[in-house]
């Protein structure tokens, strides 16, 4: 009983969060997550839980899908493009871990995120801010666009 009105405490917790989280801060929870989904999955896998095992790496390919989409490669594409070969890399090796049951592709998926995380959590205030407020900026342009077509009645045409 204390477990599940833990997790939905939880969950009703998260969701506030991402209700109020900048995009910086949704993209460090995503980091923050996989992390934390991999080191499950290792220890279900250290107590030959298959299932628990394979779900928590589901879990970690999907956040690792969630950030790959985030990339935008129009800053700097090559960088892009090797951001996002990196995260093919990790979901390939997660998967090797769950096909094999070993720890050893789980431990380097580890040591490949986390500098990226702690890179991530040092980027300055004023960057966070600026690149905040464009997102938004852009999301609200194609809102207004998308408002535009619907007042038209052109909903499901360019």
Same mark, same amino acid.
């Given at each position: 009983?204390?477990?599940?009105?833990?997790?939905?405490?939880?969950?009703?917790? *998260?969701?506030?969060? *991402?209700?109020? @989280?900048?995009?910086?801060?949704?993209?460090?929870?995503?980091?923050?997550?996989? $992390? &934390?989904?991999?080191? =499950?999955?290792?220890?279900?896998?250290?107590?030959?839980? *298959?299932?628990? +095992? @394979?779900?928590?790496?589901?879990?970690?390919?999907? $956040?690792?899908?969630?950030?790959?989409?985030?990339?935008?490669?129009?800053?700097?594409?090559?960088?892009?493009?090797? $951001? $996002?070969?990196?995260?093919?890399?990790? +979901?390939?090796? *997660?998967?090797?871990?769950?096909?094999?049951?070993?720890?050893? !592709?789980?431990?380097?998926?580890?040591?490949?995120?986390?500098?990226? +995380?702690? @890179?991530?959590?040092?980027? !300055? &205030?004023?960057?966070? #801010? #600026?690149?905040?407020?464009?997102?938004?900026?852009?999301?609200?342009?194609?809102?207004?666009? =998308?408002?535009?077509?619907?007042? +038209?009645?052109? @909903?499901?045409?360019?």
């Amino acid at each position: 009983m204390y477990g599940r009105n833990l997790k939905a405490y939880n969950r009703t917790k *998260l969701e506030a969060e *991402l209700l109020v @989280a900048s995009p910086y801060r949704i993209t460090q929870m995503l980091f923050e997550g996989f $992390i &934390e989904r991999v080191n =499950q999955a290792k220890g279900y896998m250290q107590s030959n839980d *298959l299932a628990l +095992k @394979a779900n928590y790496i589901t879990k970690a390919i999907g $956040i690792l899908n969630g950030l790959q989409g985030a990339v935008d490669v129009s800053y700097n594409e090559e960088l892009g493009n090797r $951001i $996002i070969g990196l995260y093919e890399y990790m +979901k390939d090796r *997660l998967n090797d871990a769950n096909i094999n049951n070993t720890t050893e !592709p789980l431990d380097e998926v580890i040591k490949l995120i986390t500098p990226i +995380k702690e @890179a991530w959590d040092q980027i !300055p &205030e004023d960057v966070r #801010e #600026e690149q905040n407020a464009a997102i938004t900026k852009h999301f609200a342009e194609i809102d207004a666009a =998308q408002k535009e077509r619907n007042r +038209k009645g052109f @909903a499901y045409n360019d």
